[in-house]
Nanobody
């Protein structure tokens, strides 16, 4: 069973950048689609970004397009989320997730499609 662990969260000022990392253990994620989700206090979990297993197809929430970039290094069993031009509304706990089987070529954007989840890392953007 795959275990996921996020890192790289922290406190940053508006306009700053952070790079989140997610390392997988217990198995290779080469054939998995990988997603990033976030949950702010009092709000439901929401999709942020995802990348398919072949690294060629990505999906983003509209509010992060042009600011966030998802990538992966299958050789290192890792996934990244580069976050630039951060805003206070980006403040949330960010989760990494993995899914083995899904329909279509693009990675799923629904959290219900994902099989494995990390514990999350806190991102706080101060105004």
């Amino acid at each position: 069973q795959v275990q996921l662990e996020e890192s790289g969260g922290g406190l940053v000022q508006t306009g700053g950048s952070l790079r989140l990392s997610c390392v997988a253990s217990g198995g290779s994620i080469n054939t998995y689609a990988m997603g990033w989700f976030r949950q702010a206090p009092g709000k439901e979990r929401e999709f942020v970004a995802a990348v398919n297993w072949g690294r060629k197809l990505t999906a983003y929430q509209d509010s992060v397009k042009g600011r966030f970039t998802v990538s992966r290094d299958n050789a290192k069993n890792m996934v990244y989320l580069q976050m630039n031009a951060l805003k206070p509304e980006d403040t949330a706990v960010y989760y990494c997730a993995a899914v083995t089987y899904y329909s279509g070529s693009y990675p799923p954007i629904s959290g219900y499609a994902y099989d494995y989840w990390g514990q999350g890392t806190q991102v706080t953007v101060s105004s």
